[in-house]
């Protein structure tokens, strides 16, 4: 018996065909770290978030040996909101990265995670009074993001006799539109200027560190340049004024990963920095500001993105194909935005995870969400495909397991692949019970019955 | 002797025309012998694949759009069957990835390229040119960028109309009052995204360079020429070269200041007062490049020997008053040929 | 059964009509279709309707059923053709075949005879 394809027929539209012209994947991608992903569905079911182990720490340790070679003190901070999998945590954590958190929820997260409270970084616009007291506690990094806080946390210290290490957070001009001034102190109106002073006026707060964070999926190295630059001179301003030494800068994230912004024409892969560009641009920027060497400051980074999102991979199956009455092709799968939230803004990289022909369709990919806006990819060239085949997205390590809503269906597994090949379920995939657990119905609602 | 093969795309021959068939017509008339042109397609009907006489042989080619990566298995499996010596690209939109993968195909498949690095393709890039031209003295009409139409009507307020608007890749438009500016402002923006680039008028007469740098700040060639007469397209229809030393100078100056590696083509106005504005470098040959051919300069040949290795002697000399006339002609093409392409990949 | 009453009743048969037509084009296995005259198809999957000057493209399979159409075949036997000869079940061929029919159809490359 002969291999089936359905039969299919294109009319050829000058300025758009050529049949080598929009497809991106010339072989099936049929494995992950070795591991079959037929055998992962058969094992895990479909979907299925996949996180290769292997590919987590080499990124890292890329980008710490890219910052670390060209800066004499470099500490990363886990970006928990990124992907706060336990699983994937720890493995950032024994690689040596520290915990940056926005929430008590994440917080406690990282303390269970064994991270110790001096190695935890909290940010945020969102911290009670508990939460402060908890983060003063545990001698944590407390990085204020605006006056609210900064009174609150000065009412805390002088209760608590303890004396807090916090850094302010800062917003500033670097060319990048989005300006992000909804976070933390403004620069050039002298707002962060303004916060130094209250928290060196304070006894009991030591101004540890200058933190800021420019933006996300950042393509502009000079803005890292510029923004490293500010801060330093900011600490340089401090160190005259007071002859107080910043410990630490923190130029966040924000970071550019290989996925391809909707709109843009081209990959992503193809027009993002390296991380040896983006260490180079802030190094250089540090290195050069004016500082003495032996009083250089460490240099925080609290890289997510790109430092998780090429390890995730989601498996998803074909439900249905379908003509839509405009005669496009419309693949159903089984994964739609519920699971890939990073659809609404990335062009995702689909490799179909079995054998296929020459031939390709262009269609739109939904998923299976009765919602309108469950749009996958609205244009995509792939081979054909059947119902029950297998399709691999590329790239969704990042927010997708932190960001997945359990809406209509419930969230699936994700494994995660050792260095040695072994899978290992590390979340399993919820059932009606998880949400029912959470529920609870008053008594004359028991019933279906009419009361 | 060993025949050269030379890859080479911007086939689309057509009203408003790619390099690739002017290119292509050079390197027949230089003293590259025996060659073999190996043409790159991304249409089906781009006329060139059907230039036999020119062309030995076309292959499609992916899109820009598809990546890279693409772009390199597709050249790979074609340097299989036509052992590449050089390829030259001829289009601004895809010259990124081409740039991206030139040491790749040096290296990996032994095919070599010319083209500018990473840092001088960026510092031409519309949004950096008029910091470019200050730091080299280059005059730079006055541009603005802006992110959204109140920034841009802004800035038109305080220039006064008419002004250019310009994506920022492709496509330029005359506005003479805020609701065409404001109208071309949403059209660039959604065709080529944000910043949108205002850009003052220049009045004067539209003169063009066409050269070619050796990457080390050498200018190894250069031809100023003059419109004659401009299609609808805002193409040339007719151009004629030109005696002006302060315009060659400038465009040494531009050349020798990018380190420019590879064929450019500079845009200047110049004033009815003499003086000269930089408008665009494209970093590719123009389509007009064989008038540089015609008036003495064969810069697509000297191009291929630079990629080659050898050593080229700046060409100085050219003739002025030469002009080109372009024209257009329906080839005739039988069916099976475009069949042929459509369902093999090459032709 | 409620189909059966009244005002339900008499809007199916007004729509009888038109569903019957979608029918024939999808389902009668033994409706024949022709191709249009002079619809060239070469070996490699090329089509060519001169008649409107558009040119497609078809898969080996696609190329198949249009050979079959061309003897004279009825769908139940093509179905059946194809069936004997590859690794499908018949819900998803005849799926498969009910998309393609109905785009040769859109295309002008057959009329339903």
Redesign the interface.
């Known amino acids: 018996m002969l291999p089936y394809e359905r039969p299919i027929i294109t009319r050829?539209n000058?300025?758009i065909?050529?049949?080598?012209?929009?497809?991106?994947d010339?072989f099936p991608f049929t494995q992950i770290d070795g591991v079959p992903v037929k055998r992962l569905i058969d094992a895990y079911g479909s979907p299925c978030f996949v996180l290769s182990e292997r590919t987590i720490r080499d990124t890292y340790r890329n980008a710490l040996r890219a910052f670390s070679t060209r800066y004499p003190k470099v500490q990363f901070a886990w970006s928990y909101k990124t992907n706060y999998l336990n699983a994937v945590c720890q493995v950032f954590h024994q690689e040596g990265a520290w915990a940056e958190v926005v929430s008590m929820f994440e917080y406690q997260k990282a303390i269970l995670n064994g991270v110790p409270g001096e190695q935890i970084l909290f940010n945020g616009p969102d911290k009670t009074a508990d939460d402060l007291r908890i983060a003063l506690q545990n001698n944590s990094l407390i990085h204020i993001d605006h006056f609210d806080e900064l009174y609150l946390l000065s009412e805390i210290v002088r209760d608590s006799g303890k004396k807090a290490r916090v850094a302010i957070r800062i917003n500033m001009d670097t060319g990048v539109?989005?300006q992000w001034d909804r976070f933390g102190f403004n620069y050039e109106n002298e707002t962060a200027w303004e916060a130094v002073q209250k928290i060196m006026g304070q006894s009991n707060m030591i101004l540890t560190g200058l933190h800021c964070h420019i933006g996300t999926y950042m393509l502009s190295t000079r803005a890292y340049h510029l923004a490293a630059t500010k801060l330093a001179q900011l600490a340089l301003r401090i160190k005259g004024q007071y002859g107080h030494r910043i410990a630490y800068i923190d130029i966040g994230g924000g970071f550019a990963s290989g996925n391809t912004l909707k709109?843009?024409?081209?990959?992503g892969?193809?027009?993002i920095p390296t991380m040896d560009d983006y260490a180079e641009a802030i190094s250089t920027a540090l290195l050069g500001s004016g500082i003495p060497t032996a009083e250089l400051p460490s240099l925080y980074l609290e890289a997510g993105r790109a430092l998780i999102d090429d390890a995730g991979y989601l498996l998803g199956s074909v439900l249905a194909i379908k003509r839509l009455s405009d005669g496009r092709r419309a693949t159903i799968m089984d994964f739609g935005v519920n699971l890939l939230f990073t659809s609404f803004w990335y062009d995702h990289r689909i490799t179909p995870a079995q054998e296929f022909s020459r031939h390709t369709e262009d269609m739109v990919v939904y998923g299976p969400l009765c919602m309108n806006i469950d749009v996958v990819r609205e244009n995509i060239s792939l081979p054909l495909l059947n119902r029950g085949d297998h399709v691999v997205v590329h790239r969704v390590g990042a927010y997708n397991m932190t960001q997945w809503m359990q809406f209509i269906s419930m969230r699936p597994n994700v494994v995660l692949i050792d260095l040695e090949g072994g899978v290992h379920l590390v979340r399993a995939r919820e059932t009606v019970d998880t949400l029912n657990q959470q529920e609870q119905t008053p008594a004359h609602l028991l019933s279906i019955s009419p009361v | 002797m060993k025949t050269l093969n030379i890859a080479l795309t911007g086939l689309n021959n057509i009203d408003s025309p790619g390099p690739g068939i002017p290119v292509a017509r050079a390197l027949r008339s230089g003293g590259l012998d025996p060659l073999r042109i190996i043409g790159l397609?991304?249409?089906?009907?781009e006329p060139g694949l059907y230039m036999h006489e020119l062309i030995d042989r076309s292959y499609?080619?992916?899109?820009?759009?598809?990546?890279?990566?693409?772009l390199f298995?597709?050249l790979k499996a074609i340097h299989e069957i036509e052992s590449i010596d050089v390829v030259i690209p001829n289009f601004d939109?895809e010259l990124?990835?081409f740039m991206?993968i030139s040491d790749r195909l040096r290296t990996e498949l032994g095919i070599q390229s010319f083209l500018p690095d990473h840092h001088s393709f960026e510092m031409r890039q519309k949004t950096a040119l008029a910091d470019w031209g200050e730091k080299l003295g280059i005059k730079v009409p006055a541009t603005r960028t802006a992110?959204s139409w109140s920034e841009a009507r802004q800035i038109a307020s305080e220039w006064g109309y008419p002004l250019m608007v310009k994506g920022k890749?492709y496509d330029a438009y005359m506005a003479y009052d805020a609701d065409q500016a404001a109208a071309y402002f949403y059209k660039l923006s959604a065709k080529w995204?944000?910043?949108v680039l205002l850009q003052q008028i220049v009045k004067g007469s539209e003169v063009n360079v066409t050269a070619l740098g050796d990457g080390s700040g050498a200018c190894i060639g250069a031809v100023p020429m003059r419109k004659m007469f401009i299609t609808d397209k805002g193409k040339a229809w007719a151009g004629i070269t030109l005696h002006d030393d302060r315009l060659l100078e400038i465009a040494r100056t531009a050349v020798a200041g990018s380190c420019w590696r590879g064929g450019c083509e500079l845009e200047f106005i110049k004033t009815p007062d003499d003086h000269y504005y930089l408008i665009e470098m494209n970093p590719r040959f123009p389509a007009w490049v064989y008038l540089a051919v015609g008036s003495g300069q064969n810069h697509p040949e000297a191009l291929v020997r630079l990629a080659l290795g050898e050593a080229v002697e700046p060409m100085t000399h050219y003739e002025i008053g030469k002009m080109f006339i372009r024209y257009s002609y329906d080839q005739i093409v039988d069916?099976k040929e475009?069949?042929?392409i459509?369902?093999?990949?090459w032709l | 059964m409620p189909l059966c009453q009244g005002i339900d009743f008499i809007i199916i048969n007004d729509i009888k009509p038109p569903i019957q037509i979608l029918l024939l084009g999808a389902r009668n296995e033994n409706e024949e279709m022709k191709v249009n005259k002079n619809i060239a198809i070469?070996e490699?999957?090329?089509i060519?309707n001169p008649g409107t000057g558009d040119?497609f493209?078809t898969n080996s399979i696609g190329q198949e059923v249009i050979s079959m159409l061309n003897e004279g075949k009825t769908r139940d036997e093509i179905t059946q053709g194809i069936l004997v000869r590859y690794e499908v079940e018949k819900g998803i061929l005849e799926k498969d075949l009910d998309d393609y029919f109905f785009m040769l159809g859109t295309y002008h490359i057959v009329q339903n005879g």
């Open positions: 050829y000058p300025g065909t050529n049949k080598f012209g929009s497809k991106v010339y539109y989005p709109g843009s024409y081209l990959q892969s193809d027009v | 397609a991304y249409d089906n009907l499609q080619i992916p899109y820009p759009s598809a990546g890279s990566e693409a298995n597709r939109a990124h990835n991206r992110f890749y995204g944000l910043p069916l475009y069949e042929h459509n369902t093999h990949g | 070469s490699s999957g090329f060519f040119s493209s």
